[in-house]
Each structure stands twice: as structure tokens, then as C-alpha cells.
């Protein structure tokens, strides 16, 4: 679908608008992307948390939500999405995928590793709730 074109359909994704606050030892969890992945069928919600490390997660550039099921969900300061980088002011060099990207300075993954590589996070999204909050530890 290109600019302009037909929006999907719906009403055959049972989506719930999702949000949540993420703190890292306490306090929140700034500019951090959040996914929350289905591993059946390779789909994903993503987010960025802002100051407060509040997030609400998109289905698509269109459609706000997650799909209902168990999720792995992701945390990363690090970690750049495209569907995020227009939001956001990041230029496309910064964003997965590109390999065009020339990087001039590595950032520092504040989060460990349990929380995104190697997720042990998980989120059983059912319908009527919508709060989804995660209190990290960096140790």
C-alpha cells in the first residue's frame, strides 16, 4: 500500500489500544522502543517512550493497539525503527535495516540484555486491559 492507497482492513484484528510507563532502577525509562512481538505470527506493536517513560503502542502508521495473545515484548534505548523515525525527527541512517548507516558514535544500550536481545519480558494481552507497565533493573 503506498501513500494515498487503500487502508487496510480492520475489523478482522481483534487490537487492543495498549499503553504503559517503563522505569529503568526506578526511574523513567526516556526515548526507549518498545515492541511487543507475536511469536506465532511474526507481527509486532511498537513504541517510544517519552520523558516520563510513557508509551502507547501502534499497530501500523494508521491504527493504534497489539493484537490479543502472549507477547515478548522488547525494551531498548538503542534500537531504531523505521515506522518510529519520522515520528521522532531520526534520520534514516539511524533506523534498523539501512545499510546505508554509517554510525559516528555507537549509543550505550542502557537496558541489559534480559530486556531486549535475550527478552525474558512477556505480556499476556487480553481484552479490558490496557495497562502494560514494566519496572526494569539494570543489575
Do not use: W
Amino acid at each position: 500500500m503506498g501513500c494515498g492507497g487503500p487502508r487496510g482492513d480492520y475489523s478482522l484484528v481483534d487490537l487492543v489500544k495498549a499503553h504503559g510507563t517503563i522505569t529503568l532502577d526506578g526511574q523513567p525509562l526516556p526515548n526507549a522502543v518498545v515492541t511487543f512481538e507475536d511469536p506465532t505470527d511474526d507481527t509486532m506493536s511498537y513504541a517510544k517512550t517519552d520523558a516520563e517513560g510513557n508509551y502507547t503502542l501502534q499497530f501500523d502508521s494508521d491504527m493504534s493497539g497489539v493484537k490479543v495473545g502472549k507477547k515478548v515484548v522488547r525494551i531498548s534505548t538503542t534500537r531504531r525503527l523505521l515506522a518510529l523515525a519520522s515520528k521522532s525527527g531520526e534520520e534514516e541512517g539511524d533506523v534498523d535495516g539501512d545499510p546505508d548507516a554509517v554510525s559516528k558514535k555507537k549509543p550505550v544500550e542502557l537496558v541489559p540484555d534480559a530486556y531486549h536481545k535475550n527478552s525474558e519480558l512477556t505480556a499476556d494481552v487480553v481484552q479490558g486491559t490496557t495497562r502494560y507497565d514494566f519496572a526494569l533493573q539494570s543489575k
